[in-house]
Structures are given as structure tokens and as C-alpha cells.
């Protein structure tokens, strides 16, 4: 079952009354070279969803629009700022700064490193004000300009790059994962 919300998110026991759905499909990270880190569940009959808009939180540009399927690889490439809207951080922005990053080494709870392929990776303006946190993972994130969804967010964080900090965020190609679940844009 899938829970909404989590257990991290509330005191007591998790109950029925926090059971959104069921878990339809994923992918496990024990192959040498990962793309996808994704996982995908069916709604139960008696739940109902809003679709993918951006939320009326704080600091939300274009809230309560809907967000827009993936685009071509080439348009991603023209992505300047980005955003997401995650559990743990609210929305957040962050600059595009590489596309299909291979070779990216991760921390994986219960795992290890696991090696990740065709990443996008996603600066956040300050160091000190992460673009993403655990528990965002699986975030969408998407341009803020153009409002279209391209990746899901799998991990990131700190790196000394010369010795000026650096925090960065992962994330993995959207259209991938929604063909590898058999899932479509709502």
C-alpha cells in the first residue's frame, strides 16, 4: 500500500485512513549502472487528485497553473532556471547546470554508492539553501518559464568543487521513467 502521509509525517500508527493507493510498478537500483530510480502506484477508487499543478505555497511562481508533459531533449537543453515542489523543502529553484551526466555516485540508505547514468544535475543558487532534501526525492521538477515536467529528483548534496561548496541535486529523465512504468503525463 502507499500512504499519504507518510510515516515520517505524522505521530502514531499509519491506519487506512492514510492509504492513497497501491504500489503498480518500480525499478531496483542493484544493477552496476542505474538510469532510473522510479516507482509508480494506482490510486484507490475512493481517492481523488488535483493533477499535476503547482501548489499556492510560499514563494510559488506560477502557482496553481498545471504543469506541462515532458519535452524534447533539445528544449531541455535551453532550460536556464528550474524549480520542484518537494516534501521536505516546499518550492525550491535551482539552475539547469549539466544534462545526462554519467558516472554520478550516490549514497543510497541501505545500498552503499550506487552509480548512476543519464542524470541531470541541478545547482542550487546558495549552498546553504539546498534545492532538495531527503524526502524530496521523486519530486518533479521543471522550468519555470515553459512550466514543463522533465526529471524526477533521485539524490545530491555538498561537493567541494575547488573548495568553493557546491549543492547539487540529481535528477532522472522524466519521459524515461513514464515509459519504463507504462505511465502517462495526467
Known amino acids: 500500500m502507499v500512504y499519504h502521509p507518510a510515516s515520517v509525517d505524522v505521530s ?18 542493484d544493477t552496476p549502472s542505474v538510469e532510473l530510480d522510479v ?4 490510486l484507490l ?12 505555497i510560499p514563494g510559488a511562481k506560477n502557482a496553481g497553473k498545471r504543469l506541462l508533459k515532458p519535452p524534447s531533449e533539445k528544449r531541455i537543453a535551453e532550460f536556464k532556471t528550474v524549480a520542484k515542489v518537494g516534501r521536505t523543502t516546499g518550492y525550491t529553484e535551482g539552475r539547469l547546470s549539466a544534462g545526462f ?15 548512476f547514468s543519464r542524470l ?25 518559464t515553459t512550466r514543463s515536467a522533465f526529471a524526477l529528483i533521485v539524490g545530491g548534496g555538498l561537493w567541494d568543487d575547488d573548495g568553493k561548496p557546491r549543492m547539487l541535486v540529481y535528477s532522472c529523465d522524466l519521459a524515461a521513467a513514464l515509459e519504463a512504468m507504462g505511465a502517462s503525463w495526467l
Request: aromatic fraction near 10%.
Open 12 to 29: 502514531g500508527r499509519l491506519g487506512p485512513r492514510n492509504q492513497i493507493g497501491q504500489l503498480y510498478d518500480y525499478r531496483t537500483l
Open 45 to 56: 477508487p475512493s481517492r481523488t487528485h488535483t493533477g499535476n499543478s503547482i501548489p499556492r
Open 39 to 42: 516507482a509508480a502506484a494506482t
Open 101 to 115: 551526466f554519467d558516472d554520478v555516485g550516490l549514497e543510497v540508505p541501505g545500498l552503499g554508492i550506487v552509480y
Open 120 to 144: 541531470f544535475e541541478i545547482e542550487s543558487p546558495d549552498a546553504a539553501k539546498p534545492f532538495a532534501k531527503p524526502g524530496d526525492s521523486g519530486a518533479a521538477v521543471f522550468d519555470v
